[in-house]
C-alpha cells in the first residue's frame, strides 16, 4: 500500500512538473507572437521605407503630402517617455515615469506594451531608445514634420506643495526644451505648468521669453481648477503673453482610473481672459451618454469665430470607439475644420493593437482596398501610418476628408 502510494505520488509529481514545462514552453512560443500582435508590430527601419514598400503603400504616402505646398506637416500629439536619464550640461532633469510604489499589474503591461511599441530597448537606456526612434521616424518622412513634444508637470496641493505620491509621469519641461533645441526642425516644444506650483506666473512669463508659446494641463490628473483663482492668475500672465492653453475635456480619468467629467464650457473663463485653447478630447459619453461632441459645437458656435482662437487636437480619434463617437461628428461639420490640428497621439498609436484598420474599413472611414498598404506603413513607420490613416479616413458614405491645413496649420 505505501508503495502505491509512494509511486502515485511519483506520478502526480511527474505529471505536474511536465504540465509546467508544456506551460512554460507554450508562454515561450506564444509570448514573442503577443507582443508583436499588441506591442511592436513594426518589423522594418523607417529609413527603408523607399525600397521595402509596395507601390499601393507609396501612392497613399504621396496623397497624404499632397496639398502641403511646401509647409512641414504639424504633429500636436507626441508624448516623451522620460525617466530622468538624459539631460544637458546646464539642468538636472527631473522627469520620472512612476509614482511611489509597484503598479498594478495592468499599468505595467501597458507600459511595457507601450515601450516596446515606441523602441525602448532596456530600461536602463529608455530616454534615448525613446528619442532615437521617434527622431528616426520624423527624418524618414518624405516631407517636412514638426513633432510638439510636451512637458508634463506634477500635481501641487492647495498651498503650492508638490504631492509626495506623484502617482502620474512627470516630464521635465527644460528636457523637452532642450531635445527641442537640438533638433529644431523635427521638435517644437511644449511646457506644462501647475498653476498652483510656488513660481507659476514667473515661470509663464521665463517660458514665454524662451519662445515657448503653449502651456498644458491635465485637469482631472492634476486636479486644476479650470475656474480657480489660481488658473485665473495664470490666464492673465498668459494672455499678456500671447501663449495658448493646451488642456483635456471629455470623460477622462482619474489616477485611481474612475471615470470624471470635464465640460468643454470649463475653458469659458480662460477664452473670457482673452488665451488661445486647444482642445483634447477625452471620451465623448458621459451619465447620459453622447455628450462631448453636442457641447464641444456649441462652444465653437459662441466663440469659434472671434478672438482669442478655439481649436481642436485629433490626437487619439483614431483608437477604440472614438472614430464613431468623435472623429465621424467631426467629418460631419465641414465648417468647423478650420479649428482642427493634427495630432498622432504617439507612443499609443505605435502599439500594434492601437489602430483597427479592420474596423475603420467595416465601418466605412477607409476602403477595404487601403487595408493591406496601410499595414504595410505600420510595419516600416507607425508615425507616418498614423498620419496616412488620418489623410485617408473620410465621412462615411461621402468622399469628404479632412483638408490638407488641418495637417500643417500651427506651425507658426
Not at 465653437?300 to 465621424?328: D, F, V
Amino acid at each position: 500500500m505505501r508503495r502505491f502510494i509512494a509511486r502515485r505520488r511519483t506520478t502526480l509529481a511527474w505529471g505536474l512538473l511536465t504540465a509546467v514545462l508544456a506551460l512554460a514552453l507554450l508562454v515561450v512560443l506564444w509570448w514573442p507572437r503577443w507582443l508583436a500582435r499588441h506591442g511592436a508590430g513594426w518589423t522594418h527601419a523607417p529609413e527603408d521605407a523607399a525600397w521595402v514598400l509596395p507601390a499601393a503603400s507609396q501612392k497613399l504616402i504621396k496623397q497624404a503630402f499632397a496639398g502641403t505646398d511646401g509647409h512641414a506637416v504639424v504633429d500636436h500629439g507626441v508624448g516623451i517617455v522620460s525617466r530622468g536619464q538624459l539631460s544637458g550640461p546646464n539642468f538636472a532633469n527631473d522627469s520620472q515615469e512612476r509614482g511611489h510604489g509597484v503598479p498594478a499589474i495592468g499599468v505595467w503591461l501597458s507600459r511595457m506594451l507601450r515601450d516596446r511599441a515606441a523602441g525602448i530597448v532596456s530600461d536602463d537606456t529608455a530616454d534615448a531608445d525613446y528619442i532615437s526612434r521617434l527622431l528616426r521616424q520624423i527624418r524618414a518622412m518624405p516631407k517636412p514634420y514638426r513633432a510638439e513634444i510636451t512637458g508634463r508637470a506634477g500635481v501641487f496641493d492647495k498651498q503650492g506643495a508638490p504631492l509626495d505620491d506623484q502617482s502620474e509621469p512627470m516630464v521635465s519641461n527644460r528636457y523637452v526644451a532642450w531635445l527641442a533645441k537640438r533638433a529644431p526642425k523635427a521638435l517644437v516644444a511644449e511646457v506644462s505648468i501647475h498653476p498652483r506650483q510656488p513660481d507659476a506666473l514667473a515661470a509663464i512669463k521665463r517660458w514665454a521669453k524662451a519662445g515657448v508659446k503653449d502651456v498644458r494641463w491635465w485637469p482631472v490628473a492634476q486636479r486644476i481648477n479650470l475656474d480657480g483663482k489660481a488658473a485665473k492668475a495664470v490666464y492673465k500672465v498668459m494672455a499678456a503673453h500671447h501663449m495658448r492653453l493646451d488642456v483635456a475635456v471629455g470623460q477622462l480619468r482619474r489616477p485611481d482610473h474612475d471615470p470624471a467629467w470635464v465640460a468643454p464650457a470649463a475653458v469659458e473663463p480662460a477664452l473670457a481672459a482673452g488665451v488661445a485653447v486647444r482642445l483634447r478630447l477625452g471620451g465623448a459619453t458621459g451619465g447620459g451618454g453622447q455628450q462631448l461632441m453636442p457641447a464641444l459645437f456649441a462652444l465653437l458656435r459662441r466663440h469659434g469665430q472671434t478672438k482669442p482662437a478655439l481649436t481642436i487636437s485629433l490626437a487619439g480619434l483614431l483608437t477604440g470607439n472614438r472614430p464613431k463617437t468623435e472623429l465621424e461628428p467631426l467629418l460631419q461639420h465641414p465648417q468647423f475644420f478650420g479649428h482642427l490640428r493634427y495630432g498622432s497621439a504617439y507612443p499609443a498609436i505605435a502599439r500594434a493593437d492601437a489602430i483597427d484598420l479592420d474596423a475603420l474599413a467595416g465601418a466605412g472611414f477607409i476602403t477595404r482596398a487601403e487595408v493591406a498598404p496601410l499595414r504595410a506603413i505600420y510595419d516600416v513607420n507607425p508615425l507616418l501610418f498614423a498620419l496616412v490613416v488620418m489623410r485617408r479616413v473620410h465621412l462615411p458614405y461621402t468622399t469628404l476628408r479632412f483638408p490638407a491645413s488641418v495637417f500643417t496649420a500651427g506651425g507658426d
